[in-house]
């Protein structure tokens, strides 16, 4: 018996012109089938929606010098950008491990690179954040790695969709979480956090000047979603200039983000295991975009050369060119940072 063909599925329509909604842009959603559109977006120095742009690419390959035979992990996955960059230097008889906390993205960045001719001799995909990096490389190959890159910025997928909560243009979840599945949203945190540690949140996670007032407006409140948080934010500094405004929502944001995630102390784990995790000679960069991500990495760097665990480090912080930032803007507060494994470590 002949099974009926399933009907043919119209995409939705959308008022107007061109779309709006995140879930609308299907031509974003599957860039290989429209080209065109999707390079007029890059042209005009915009991420198409659902997409991220690799940040200090050539910057970062640099610094690593990767190449055939080594082992390499790329801490913070994402969409595969640096990744695809790396694998083919790789070779032959090289490795990436990639590692990703988010269980929505993970699938379809290793199916992309699949796409791409990577497969598991060449790459393998774990879902983990970057605090567990000692025990994948414990666990799936036994030795430290050769070259090891961590890009700690927010993926553009993340951004873009309202669903996860990160959005600023489109209501949504108060959520922010890389890994829906763990840990407490945004809008629990806010719910019971006081206005005393909110301050200090704030303060530590984004460096906002206006914490004060904001914790007391924002602590133990329940909001509807990403807009109404938002709007509160403005409503404290309504007598301010908009664009400071602006970026106080975007700092707000940003300090929730980073402890519904627990970034920071993913971080100082993976800086701490970074000497046991690098091969001897082995070279480490690392992209930040908040300067208390920049702090830690610089300082853990430093002591490092100072102790003799590290030969070398970066000569200040690498940042974007005038091109890229225009035509990215997301990269403009990228800052790079490498470090070099010493040959003969004194961890003493």
């Known amino acids: 018996m002949n099974e009926s063909p399933s009907p043919h599925k119209r995409r939705v329509r959308y008022s107007g012109k061109n779309p709006r909604g995140f879930a609308q842009k299907y031509k974003e959603h599957a860039p290989a089938l429209y080209p065109e559109t999707v390079q007029k977006i890059l042209d005009s120095g915009k991420t198409p929606a659902g997409a991220h742009r690799p940040i200090l690419v050539e910057e970062i390959l640099e610094a690593l010098h990767p190449g055939p035979g080594q082992l390499a992990v790329d801490c913070t996955l994402g969409y595969g950008g640096h990744a695809g960059r790396l694998i083919p230097l790789l070779c032959p008889g090289g490795r990436l491990l990639g590692l990703d906390a988010d269980p929505i993205e993970l699938p379809r960045t290793e199916a992309r690179l699949r796409e791409l001719g990577f497969g598991p001799d060449v ?13 994948v490389l414990a666990r799936e190959v036994h030795r430290p790695a050769d070259v090891i890159l961590a890009d700690l910025g927010v993926s553009s997928m993340q951004l873009d969709n309202p669903s996860r909560g990160f959005s600023l243009k489109h209501d949504g979840p108060l959520d922010m979480r890389m890994n829906p599945k763990k840990g407490q949203p945004v809008s629990a945190l806010l719910a019971q956090i006081t206005a005393t540690q909110l301050a200090e949140l704030l303060s530590e996670n984004a460096d906002e000047p206006h914490a004060a007032p904001l914790s007391v407006a924002l602590a133990g ?15 404290v500094l309504s007598k301010r200039p908009e664009e400071e405004c602006n970026l106080s929502v975007r700092r707000v944001f940003q300090a929730l983000r980073i402890a519904v ?15 046991q995790a690098l091969e001897a000679q082995g070279r480490v960069a690392i992209l930040t975009f908040h300067s208390g991500e920049d702090r830690r990495v610089k300082k853990s760097f430093e002591a490092g050369l100072q102790s003799g665990i590290y030969s070398a480090l970066s000569a200040g912080v690498i940042r974007a060119g005038e091109e890229e930032r225009r035509a990215n803007p997301r990269s403009t507060s990228a800052k790079l940072r490498w470090a070099v494994r010493a040959a003969a470590p004194n961890e003493a």
Request: net charge neutral.
């Open 123 to 135: 790459f393998t995909a774990h879902r983990c954040n970057f605090a567990g990096l000692a025990s």
């Open 261 to 275: 995630n627990e970034e920071f102390e993913a971080l100082d784990t993976l800086l701490k295991q970074m000497p």
């Open 221 to 235: 409140k329940t909001f509807t979603g990403t807009l109404d948080l938002a709007r509160a934010v403005r409503a």
